[in-house]
């Protein structure tokens, strides 16, 4: 998995938890007692417990190794050799996980035209229902052809998919079972505090009922992983096999779910990510009534407000999400919501950008909710209704339109980039929509500012400071009296391949003729 940070640097959190270890032999642990109520394991005076021994034991038995079998063919991982070279790098969550694991573990080559082959791969779960209801990762399951679960005391029972959800990562299984099974709770992981002890259980590298210790390093981890990021980060060991797998608090509850690790090597560095169990037991609840998840959608779409940002708006503080686009039809389009508000606070909570859509995809379709806006230097409350996600992006189809008179290109030197008119041939030339208005970026100087915050040949500048422009003495006008009302920085709202977001430049020097 590689995480690209936009504008000045890219961070790799490689090794994502991918459930692959099938040519390893798994070492079940002995078996364990009954289970019995979890005692919480508290240590006098902040210090480290004197042993997990009793917590660990009652926990065990409602972890279980799950085992996917899938049929891959050839043909369908020609797309992996590249990754192949990186063996402890699996490119999650494009591709299967099974494939490219195994084609690379097993380091060899076959030929393209070869029958489908039988792979297997090894994740971990937990039991939260004694009916036999299983918690583990989407990626451990995805495209399985069979499932099988392995109890504690070495019980293999076969199971079912009852649900998955892409997003957050997370499935829900099923197993019949003639007995009822050990099994555990979702605790509250918004009240736990970074420095908590944590454990964490689970089958990596196939060695199952491995137990390991650590403590909550950190809080509200965005990874890039996903629109609903919110990870607890943790230095307990968790490796490849673990995925799946629970984190335990000392009172036996489970508080978060293992996904991810970063590690250059493939192997635990200390630095792990968690589902946090409030997340995961509303999507739980969800797959299990109905097999899917809905979730509240405001149609809009979002960036963080950064200094420069603030500056350009005249914001006192950069805090909230910055609207950089409107979904025409969405529940913020019919509430009268802009691009270039600002959505300072949810039903009175003040929010940050990228908590946004967590937290209204967490809201009941059909409700309504309270936004508090600031615009143009006011502040206001905007009721709106929560609309359901759509499944997939609607687009509309491009209709026929004359293109625009042509004029004369505009240089920017102290921002280093040049615009021309939007005209048929740099449609053609981009790949742009007939419906896309503004200003075409015609170049970008390597050195400059405008190719540091991510601005490249081909973007199209449709607004600035939350105007539009049509054309390149437009865009220069604009930015002038900018300069002229003395804004430290100016804002353009710029469509590129990702979308729309807003990009604040300095003003510090003239712009060149």
Known sequence: MRVSVRLFCSVSLSSVLVAGL??????????????????????AGGRAPDSFAD?????LPAVVNVSTTQTVREADAEDDDEDDQLP?????????????????????????????????ALGSGFIIDPTGYIVTNNHVIRKADRITVTLQDNTVLSAHAVGHDDRTDLALLKVDSKKPLPFVSFGDSEHR???DWV??????????GTVTAGIISSRGRNIDQGPYDDFIQTDAPINKGNSGGPLFDMDGNVIGVNTAIYSPSGGSVGIGFSIPSNEARGVVEQLRKTGKVSRGWLGVRIQNVTQDIA??????SPSGALVAGVEKGGPADKAGLKTGDVIQSLNGQPIEGKALPRLSAQLPVGTQ???????????????????????????APAKAAPAPKSSASVSFADFGFTVGPLDGAGRQK?????????????????????????????????????????????LKQRIEAARKAKKRSVLLLVHDADGLRWIPFPLSAEDAP
């Open 22 to 43: 099938g040519v390893l032999t798994p070492l079940h642990a002995a078996d364990a007692p009954a289970p019995a109520p979890v005692p919480a394991v508290v240590a």
């Open 55 to 59: 917590l660990a034991a009652r926990l």
């Open 88 to 120: 402890q790098m699996p490119n999650f969550p494009q591709g299967s996980p099974f494939e490219k694991f195994f084609h690379d573990f097993m380091n060899r080559q076959t030929d393209p035209n070869a029958p489908p082959r039988r792979m297997q």
């Open 193 to 195: 505090r970074v420095g």
């Open 199 to 208: 454990l964490a259980i689970g089958n990596p590298f196939g060695l199952s």
């Open 311 to 316: 500056d350009g708006l005249g914001l006192s």
């Open 369 to 395: 909710a309270k936004l508090g806006l600031w615009r143009h230097g006011k502040v206001m409350d905007v009721p709106v209704t929560i609309g359901a996600l759509p499944e997939t992006p609607e687009e």
């Open 430 to 474: 981009y790949n742009l929509p007939t419906s896309l208005k503004g200003v075409l970026v015609t170049s970008v100087k390597s050195d400059g500012t405008a190719a540091d915050r991510g601005l490249k040949e081909g973007d199209v500048i449709t607004e600035v400071q939350q105007a539009e422009v049509g054309t390149p003495a437009a």
